[in-house]
């Protein structure tokens, strides 16, 4: 886990899923070296937006356009955005990708084991919703950023691409 995460090789896979929007809320692990250059590029369009689960309904309404998105936003926003989450992308079938930073998570223990509650316990809770998640640590996770969303668009169903450190 010496290696850096590269937000240029997250891009790419997110690029490969054919993913052209990012509906993103700023949340301090993501934003200077993913957000940031996402907001200049030419083959993404970034909404930003104030609320999670305003987030949500932007990405099944660009759904429902034909379009696919990725939701950018951090854990705990996740977690208030359950109620939005468990209607919009599983009861209405809705393939929100996510990718979620988990702030403050600590280098290379899971985030079950984590001294945060927050972190401890958003896994189960998808888990309980049957929403694939991934946790994207090392530079060997960025390979299964395509195909989980590939997987989401296949299914109509959700996912959670967990981001565990900053990239670079």
Known sequence: MDQPLSAGE?????????????VAL???????????????????????VCKEDEGLSICSGLY????????????????DSMNALSRIGVEGQNPVCMMVGLLGKEPGL?????????????APILEVMGIEHHLIESPLDVSKIAPAIERAYAHSMPVALFIGREPR
């Open 10 to 22: 997250i891009v790419r896979e997110v690029k490969r899923a054919g993913v052209r929007f990012v």
């Open 26 to 48: 700023p949340d301090r692990l993501t934003s200077e070296h993913l957000l940031k250059p996402l907001l200049s590029n030419p083959d993404f369009r970034v909404v930003q």
């Open 64 to 79: 429902a356009g034909g379009e696919r998105s990725l939701l950018l936003i951090q854990y705990t926003g996740l977690l």
């Open 110 to 122: 899971p985030p079950a084991q984590s001294k945060r509650y927050g972190l401890r316990i958003v």
